[in-house]
């Protein structure tokens, strides 16, 4: 082999090292995902194994973009190392931001001004935790037009309770302190002088 081919042989590989296609088809039942891409419309390639960051994993839909590398330069011997798709891609986020996001509208969205969670209309739900715990340094508001429902022994508050607030301003606290000090009714007219204490 002359040196003008050896030449152009390397500077092909080297050429070959980085390239991209579309992904047609996930395979994501085993340990390693694989994914078949196109590089164009007539050259499928098929079981290319797709790797992503420790403690992140998703399958990305048919048409979504890939970045691939092929070791040594050999496009038989491809690794697809990145993936965009293009109509699902929250846009005009700014410096700094980052989000969570899939094609359902499901979003966590790390903004600068704070952490927004969007369910897209969907449930949410929390498992497997032995205490839940939420540390505000202000208010917790919960907005439920369907209720609220505890499935709990009890239900325990240190501070006091209020109901109608748009309305009420007493709390339980203050209707107790206010019914306490009432009497007992005497048949024969009076009081009996004892607290009642039957509510």
Do not use: W
């Amino acid at each position: 082999m002359s040196d003008a081919s050896m030449f152009d042989r390397i500077t092909r590989r080297i050429q070959a090292v980085i390239g991209r296609g579309r992904i047609n088809v996930v395979n994501d039942t085993g340990p390693i995902q694989y994914v078949q891409i196109s590089y164009s419309k007539i050259e499928p390639k098929d079981n290319t194994p797709r790797v992503m960051e420790y403690g992140y994993t998703s399958n990305p839909p048919a048409q979504t973009d890939a970045a691939l590398v092929h070791v040594t330069g050999d496009r038989s011997n491809a690794i697809c190392v990145g993936t965009n798709h293009q109509p699902s891609r929250p846009k005009n986020l700014a410096t700094g931001e980052a989000m969570l996001y899939q094609l359902n509208g499901i979003q966590v969205y790390l903004s600068n001004a704070g952490l927004v969670i969007n369910a897209g209309g969907l449930p949410v739900v929390c498992n497997n935790a032995t205490n839940f715990t939420v540390n505000c340094s202000g208010k917790f508001k919960v907005v439920a037009p369907g209720g609220v429902e505890f499935d709990a022994p009890t239900v325990a508050s240190t501070g006091d309770f209020q109901d109608n607030m748009g309305s009420n301003s007493a709390t339980m606290k203050t209707m107790r302190q206010a019914f306490n000090p009432h009497y007992h009714s005497d048949p024969q007219g009076g009081n009996t002088g004892l607290p009642d204490t039957s509510m």
